[in-house]
Antibody, heavy 123, light 111 residues
Framework: EVQLVESGGGLVQPGGSLRLSCVGS????????MTWVRQAPGKGLEWVSG????????YYADSVKGRFIISRDNSKNTLYLEMNSLRAEDTAVYYC????????????????WGQGTLVTVSS | QSALTQPPSASGSPGQSVTISCTGT?????????VSWYQQHPGKAPKLIIY???KRPSGVPDRFSGSKSGNTASLTVSGLQAEDEADYYC???????????FGTGTKVTVL
């Protein structure tokens, strides 16, 4: 069974930084692309970033480009999201999710999700 | 890139059917047969219920079905059950400066 466990969320001031982690188990972590999706309180889902299985390719939504960095350590089965210059509008539950392909491509589907970690940006 | 458009709400009585639409453009829904649907219960993570427009992952009841016509994809839930009450989101690859786009979400209520 695929398991994805996020950590690292919390309260941070505007302009601050935070690093989220996600440990995957129950599947060959280094054979699948991964992604981060967020959900603001009471709002819908927003795709944030994606990374290929080998970390060669990364992708970002315009809303976070230049501020967030996605990375992975396949030796630790761990996905990361480094978030800098945080804004109030970044407040959301951040979900780590597995894709069903090696690369982030048109045929990719997000097929498994973690339970999420809450990030609150407020002074 | 804007979110895909879904109706805010839909409802039906137990045993009835409900259909949710998901409207995009030629650059996303209409351009590719890679539309997915997710079910999300309150306080829970989303769950994949339809992928590649019509396919169901193992374990998803066949009461859930998907289709697509032009720039609009649809999810139909037949034989509504109480546990189907949830939020539903569509998603698609988007040929633009954003890779993946979600729908605005539809809250399904079982009357």
């Amino acid at each position: 069974e695929v398991q994805l466990v996020e950590s690292g969320g919390g309260l941070v001031q505007p302009g601050g930084s935070l690093r989220l982690s996600c440990v995957g188990s129950g599947f060959d972590f280094d054979n699948f692309a991964m992604t981060w999706v967020r959900q603001a309180p009471g709002k819908g889902l927003e795709w944030v970033s994606g990374i290929s299985a080998t970390a060669v390719s990364t992708y970002y939504a315009d809303s976070v480009k230049g501020r967030f960095i996605i990375s992975r350590d396949n030796s630790k089965n761990t996905l990361y999201l480094e978030m800098n210059s945080l804004r109030a509008e970044d407040t959301a539950v951040y979900y780590c999710a597995k894709m069903d392909t090696v690369a982030v491509v048109v045929t990719s589907t997000v097929d498994s999700w973690g339970q999420g970690t809450l990030v609150t940006v407020s002074s | 890139q804007s979110a895909l458009t879904q109706p805010p709400s839909a409802s039906g009585s137990p045993g009835q059917s409900v259909t949710i639409s998901c409207t995009g453009t030629n650059s996303d829904v209409g351009g590719y047969n890679y539309v997915s649907w997710y079910q999300q219960h309150p306080g829970k993570a989303p769950k994949l219920i339809i992928y590649e427009v019509t396919k169901r992952p193992s374990g998803v009841p066949d009461r859930f079905s998907g289709s697509k016509s032009g720039n609009t994809a649809s999810l139909t839930v037949s034989g509504l059950q109480a546990e189907d009450e949830a939020d539903y989101y569509c998603s698609s690859y988007a040929r633009s400066n954003i890779f993946y786009v979600f729908g605005t979400g539809t809250k399904v209520t079982v009357l």
